[in-house]
Nanobody, 130 residues
């Protein structure tokens, strides 16, 4: 069974940086997506960034492109989200998510759509103050 455990959330000033980590365990196949999502109070969960396993194929939401970087350390089975130039609107609960085995490009798959993911972490809070 796949398990995802996030860490690294916290508080930062606007313009500051935080790095989130997600320890992934239980994956026995080589092709799947890992992603970061966030959900602010009263809003729907939205995709932030995604990466295909063991590649540098990434996807970013327009609101974070150029500020956030998703990466993975295959040796440590860990996913990261480096968040720079933080803004108050980045305040949300951040979730790590993973899919079942899938090809890198599938017409029906949307890396930013929460319902396309099968496994979820418990979330870590990020709060950015102005």
């Amino acid at each position: 069974q796949v398990q995802l455990v996030e860490s690294g959330g916290g508080s930062a000033q606007a313009g500051g940086s935080l790095r989130l980590s997600c320890a992934a365990s239980g994956y026995t196949y080589s092709g799947y997506y890992l992603g970061w999502f966030r959900q602010a109070p009263g809003k729907e969960r939205e995709g932030v960034a995604a990466i295909y396993s063991r590649t540098t194929i990434t996807h970013y939401a327009a609101s974070v492109k150029g500020r956030f970087t998703i990466s993975q350390d295959n040796a440590k089975n860990t996913l990261y989200l480096q968040m720079n130039s933080l803004k108050p609107e980045d305040t949300a609960m951040y979730y790590c998510a993973g899919t079942v085995e899938r090809d890198v490009f599938t017409a029906s798959f949307n890396p930013a759509r929460p319902s396309d993911y099968n496994y979820w972490g418990q979330g870590t809070q990020v709060t950015v103050s102005s």
